[in-house]
């Protein structure tokens, strides 16, 4: 066990400062995947011309855990706890309610999966619908829509190649033309299964799809699959804009940092930022990549959003905190702050909730 987790987290290099070795694509490059009915349009897509960038360690904000760490996580019992008290994990299938004329909607799927309704898109983010994923107990709650009740998905964005935010299983249910939005060095990962309107793009790089802007944005993080791919593909949030103002955030996974802020001061008047509140424990290990409820909150305050809607926790057993409590503590946390309780949307598996249009 002990050397699978040392595969899964290697030893890095500490995070490169300002000024560090740019990333070796054409500034300025711009590629539109045509054919496709939403029309794809890519500004800056990372494209590496043939330089394909081999690592994005110099973007870690802190070490990896090293051999020290899992000898100590190993003696301490490993890192998942109990699935006690599960039934206490909100659950609403009551299907996908019609959507206003000029609304917004966003519908938790479990983990770090929402369906995004924005902008007349249907997006999909990291699309999970397994009902465990390698190495984890099943799932605790069921997806919260049936793959058959889904719309016609009109992009798939992906934060990064973890198993619980990039999951195989799923994504060969999706049509091979669907557009997939992922962080450079990912496209591979796409392309040789069969999707053909896929766009890589590094950090504060954007697309538009009908009009709808999608920007690829720093989190404090990392990404790794396979043995020998650590930091080989860039992680990342995702800042969603409609052409009528709309702005809404996914975080993906992230420790507390900096980059809040500059994703806040860089995309103003974020309407809903999608944020995880779960597996932080034991906080020692987990600090630097995964976020407490107390993190969240204040990284929404960073962000300058006006509503949170939480997400990865409740789904799966990935960590050692009472798979209850996230949700405990964002409430306890929120009111702390001084949050106003209608912008905290602590959702139900399979909620939805809707912005404009008299905001039902």
């Given at each position: 066990m002990a050397?699978?987790?040392?595969?899964?987290?290697?030893a890095a290099t500490p995070h490169r400062p300002r000024g560090a070795r740019p990333s070796p694509r054409r500034a300025g490059a711009s590629r539109t995947h045509a054919g496709h009915a939403c029309g794809v349009t890519a500004r800056n897509p990372g494209?590496?011309?043939?330089?394909?960038?081999?690592?994005?360690?110099?973007?870690?904000?802190?070490?990896?855990?090293?051999?020290?760490d899992f000898v100590r996580i190993m003696r301490e019992g490993g890192f998942r706890g109990s699935t006690a008290?599960?039934?206490r994990i909100p659950v609403m299938r009551t299907g996908l309610p019609p959507l206003p004329p000029g609304a917004a909607s966003w519908t938790w799927i479990g983990h770090a999966s929402y369906l995004v309704r924005v902008g007349g898109l249907c997006v999909l983010t990291d699309p999970v619908w397994s009902t465990r994923l390698p190495g984890t107990p099943p799932r605790l709650t069921p997806p919260g829509l049936s793959w058959n009740d889904?719309?016609?998905?009109?992009?798939?964005?992906i934060s990064h190649d973890h198993y619980d935010h990039l999951d195989a299983p799923t994504l060969r249910r999706l049509p091979r033309n669907t557009p997939i939005l992922v962080g450079a060095g990912l496209?591979?990962?796409?392309?040789?299964?069969?999707?053909?309107?896929v766009t890589e793009l590094e950090w504060w790089e954007h697309t538009e799809i009908a009009g709808v802007r999608f920007d690829f944005t720093p989190t404090h993080h990392w990404s790794r699959r396979g043995l020998f791919d650590?930091?080989?593909?860039?992680?990342?949030?995702?800042?969603?804009?409609a052409p009528d103002g709309t702005r809404t955030y996914h975080a993906g996974d992230s420790g507390y940092g900096h980059r809040f802020a500059e994703v806040g001061a860089r995309y103003p008047g974020i309407d809903v930022a999608m944020m995880p509140i779960g597996a932080y424990e034991p906080r020692w290990f987990m600090r630097y990549v995964h976020m407490t409820p107390a993190e969240s909150v204040r990284a929404v305050a960073d962000l300058g959003a006006r509503t949170m809607a939480c997400m990865h926790w409740g789904t799966f057993v990935l960590t050692k905190e009472p798979v209850d409590e996230p949700l405990q503590l964002v409430r306890k946390e929120w009111a702390a702050a001084g949050g106003d309780p209608a912008n905290l949307w602590s959702l139900a598996v399979g909620e939805t909730r809707t912005l404009g249009a008299g905001d039902e």
């Open positions: 050397a699978v987790l040392r595969a899964c987290y290697p494209t590496l011309s043939g330089m394909r960038r081999h690592s994005y360690r110099d973007r870690l904000t802190s070490p990896l855990p090293g051999p020290r008290n599960a039934d889904l719309p016609a998905i009109d992009a798939v964005v496209g591979r990962w796409f392309r040789v299964r069969g999707f053909h309107a650590t930091c080989a593909s860039l992680w990342g949030g995702w800042v969603i804009t």
